[in-house]
């Protein structure tokens, strides 16, 4: 398996780690009415999208509007 892939448990959540993290850039587009490349650019950098990156937090199992809520929290504090 390649080291690029997200495992939880022993199941690849790459796929689901991927559509989330674009629902949630759609999300934060629309709401801040940004192009997604730059909600993209917004939000690579935040602990919402490090915590993505880590399948142990379970990040990926959250719907995209509570990442997202978590999002828009940590870019107005």
Do not use: C
Not at 26 to 31: L, N, Y
């Amino acid at each position: 398996m390649s080291e690029d892939r997200l495992v939880y448990k022993g199941q690849d959540v790459t796929l689901d780690v991927t559509f989330k993290i674009e629902h949630v850039v759609r999300i934060v587009a629309e709401q801040r009415q940004m192009t997604f490349d730059d909600a993209y650019a917004s939000f690579v950098g935040t602990h919402a999208y490090e915590a993505l990156q880590r399948p142990n937090s379970l990040m990926w199992a959250e719907s995209a509007e509570y990442i997202a809520d978590r999002y828009f929290e940590e870019a107005s504090g």
